[in-house]
């Protein structure tokens, strides 16, 4: 599956405008700058293929790639960024949230967090709400070449402790794009779930 010659679709604004459901979908969530484009690119061997930028907020529809003829990944929209008019921010919300709740295709929900910062309410209102809703989703912690293992696994330690208190159990993977730490299994997790 990772072999395949990686496309890009297409850019939905909209649950209307995803391509017709049929191929397993991954989807990748989180506040905008946390690395979820630099996570696909990395998954993929592909220098630039997700759009991946220092401005946080570019990022502003759902970006469809498809991996040979089995599956799709899913680039969402970032969250949480104050710069972007109020109005737009609450179209994106409520795009998101119909495609998470409503499209059929999707099997796994990848939810990126910034190993170095604790998981804003944003991030903490999305896990209750997957959680509630019982969606397969797992944390995926980044840039974790940016601070020492023992960080990393307190991190960790910290978001299972948040997760244990809604009574979610879902895998928590450190991983960095910039050596490949996590990477493997991360790669394992969405085998099993196309
Ligand atoms: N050191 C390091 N930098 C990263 C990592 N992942 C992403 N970045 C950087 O963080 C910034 C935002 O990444 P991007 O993938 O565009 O975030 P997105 O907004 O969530 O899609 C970029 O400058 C990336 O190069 C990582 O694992 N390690
Ligand atoms: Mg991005």
Redesign the pocket.
Known sequence: MFNAQPKFITSATKLEECPPAGLPEIC?A?????????????LLNKKNI?????V????QQMNYYKLGEECFFV?LP?YGYAKVPKKERERWGKSIRDYLMDRESLKLILH?VDVRHDPSQLDEDFFYWMGMNEKPFAVVL?????ISRNKVNQAKAKVRRIMKEMNIEVPILP?????REGIDEIKKLITEFV
């Open positions: 990748f989180g506040r905008s700058n946390v690395g979820k484009s630099s996570l696909i690119n990395t997700a759009r991946t930028s220092n946080p907020g570019k990022t680039d970032g990126v980044s840039k974790a070449d940016k991983y960095s794009a910039s050596s």
